[in-house]
């Protein structure tokens, strides 16, 4: 499968952005899918996942629960990640994967089977 990623910039802190992840190749609905980040110089972190099918199951890291919301829509192929109330320490390059190894998806990212490119994320003050 393939995901290409979209939808980061620059924002000021306390804004949102929408950052989206289009998958194509296989059968999306039987991907769970996670979004990572990964900032300048640090290890890639977990953000957050999405169980596959309906998406009814979701999980957060710790600095991304209250503030970022992860959603699926199988009909176009696509999960996504809103961030509101952006603060710095969110900027970092933002990647979605794909498993279906796992059906809730996974913290870990070598549970992951297929990634994207990344799509850039900086917050300023």
């Known amino acids: 499968v393939q995901l290409v990623e979209s939808g980061g910039g620059s924002v000021q802190a306390g804004g949102s952005l929408r950052l989206s992840c289009v998958a194509s190749?296989?059968?999306?609905?039987?991907?769970?899918m996670g979004w990572f980040r990964q900032a300048p110089e640090k290890e890639r972190e977990f953000v957050a996942a999405?169980?596959?099918?309906?998406?009814?199951?979701?999980t957060y890291s710790e600095s991304a629960r209250g503030r970022f919301i992860i959603s699926r829509d199988n009909a176009k192929n696509t999960v996504y990640l809103q961030m509101n109330s952006l603060k710095t320490e969110d900027s970092a390059v933002y990647y979605c994967a794909a498993t279906t190894r796992y059906w809730s998806g996974s913290y870990h990212q070598h549970d992951y089977d297929y990634w994207g490119q990344g799509t850039q994320v900086t917050v300023s003050s």
């Open positions: 190749g296989h059968t999306f609905e039987n991907y769970a």
């Open positions: 999405i169980n596959w099918m309906n998406g009814d199951m979701v």
